[in-house]
């Protein structure tokens, strides 16, 4: 008899407990909720915030309490500022989208292997949200990849990037006149300049320090030290 009371008891247990799984979050709901797509905690570089802007690839920002000038890395858009040089074709569409885009935004700031150019800015890639703003800038044609060894990580993506926009006559490409031959020069790797004609000086072309071989047919490298348009 106390044998059958004690296997009713066991029966009744179970009937009132629930079927398993039902109660309390499952694994896979749990992992779920915490999963948000705007989390940016994974992007690499240290935080920041723009102050503003100075031109297509140069900003202000707030870093670790002080404002720092910051040069973005890889990319060159047409010249804006500086007196000496008139402006570029297509770079006040550039400046134009850098401050659109950028001002007063929280970003990262990821470094390479300088920390610092010759002229004592900060060289850094920014991240806006999950994008990298470098790549995007070269991506939509408002910039062209320059590469400034040893400070490569992103080389290969940037140029992938130009090739796309290039093809697509995106932005300076199909504005611009230089952007609309597609004859590169071997005498230039690294960017796409064409042969003459037309002739054209370091004011008609957006990429500065950049590789150039013999025979120099458009004489960008007047000191022959293997870099063109230095200034």
């Not at 009713?8 to 499952?26: F, I, M, T």
């Not at 992103?154 to 995106?170: L, N």
């Amino acid at each position: 008899m106390r044998a059958i009371v004690s296997l009713a008891l066991v029966l009744l247990a179970g009937a009132c407990s629930s079927p398993a799984g039902q109660d309390g979050p499952s694994p896979s709901r749990s992992a779920s909720a915490t999963s948000d797509p705007s989390d940016t905690s994974r992007t690499p570089g240290e935080p920041a915030v723009v102050t503003r802007t100075v031109d297509g690839d140069t900003i202000y920002a707030r870093y670790r309490g002080r404002e720092i000038d910051v040069r973005l890395i890889g990319v060159d858009t047409p010249e804006t500022v500086d007196p000496s040089q008139p402006v570029g074709c297509y770079g006040p569409q550039a400046s134009h989208f850098t401050e659109r885009m950028l001002t007063g935004e929280p970003i990262k700031l990821e470094f390479d292997v300088e920390r610092h150019d010759r002229y004592g800015r900060v060289l850094a890639y920014v991240w806006l949200r999950e994008h990298l703003f470098n790549q995007r800038l070269v991506a939509q044609g408002y910039a062209v990849a320059s590469a400034y060894p040893p400070n490569v990580r992103y080389e290969s993506r940037f140029e992938t990037a130009e090739q796309i926009a290039r093809d697509d006559d995106r932005g300076l490409w199909g504005a611009c006149p230089v952007g609309h031959s597609h004859r590169c020069d071997p005498a230039y790797p690294g960017v796409c300049i064409p042969s003459p004609p037309p002739d054209l000086d370091c004011a008609d072309v957006s990429y500065r320090h950049f590789q150039v071989l013999p025979p120099d047919p458009q004489n960008f490298d007047g000191d022959h030290n293997g870099i063109g348009c230095e200034t």
